[in-house]
């Protein structure tokens, strides 16, 4: 079983930027997809960007061109970077694994990350 812990959440303005990592426990070289989901307020949780172990990137129409997935399959990390953050992207943001982007299996606890004035 694999442990997500997901560290980098906070407090940022409209246009200010973050970056999230999620830590695993173990390995993560033999997980395909890796990645991050999230839930705002009221909403249901959607995928934002996923990364496969062949660096194959899916991203939501939503966050294309402002956030940029990696992955570490050395140091068992995923990595998001979140620039030019709006309103709506504030929410909860949770790590997750599994044999596809669709397919979590493993999640993370979860960081808030809210943006406003």
């Known amino acids: 079983q694999v442990q997500l812990v997901e560290s980098g959440g906070g407090l940022v303005q409209p246009g200010g930027s973050l970056r999230l990592s999620c830590a695993a426990s173990?390995?993560?070289?033999?997980?395909?997809?890796v990645g991050w989901y999230r839930q705002g307020p009221g909403k249901q949780r959607e995928l934002v960007a996923t990364?496969?172990?062949?660096?194959?990137?899916n991203y939501a129409n939503s966050v294309k061109d402002r956030f940029t997935i990696s992955r570490d399959n050395a140091k068992n990390t995923v990595d998001l970077r979140l620039n030019s953050l709006k309103p709506e992207d504030t929410g909860v943001y949770y790590c997750m694994g599994g044999p596809s982007a669709y397919a979590p299996i493993y999640w993370g606890q979860g960081t808030q990350v809210t943006v406003s004035s």
């Open positions: 990364i496969t172990n062949r660096e194959t990137i």
């Open positions: 173990s390995s993560i070289s033999d997980i395909y997809a």
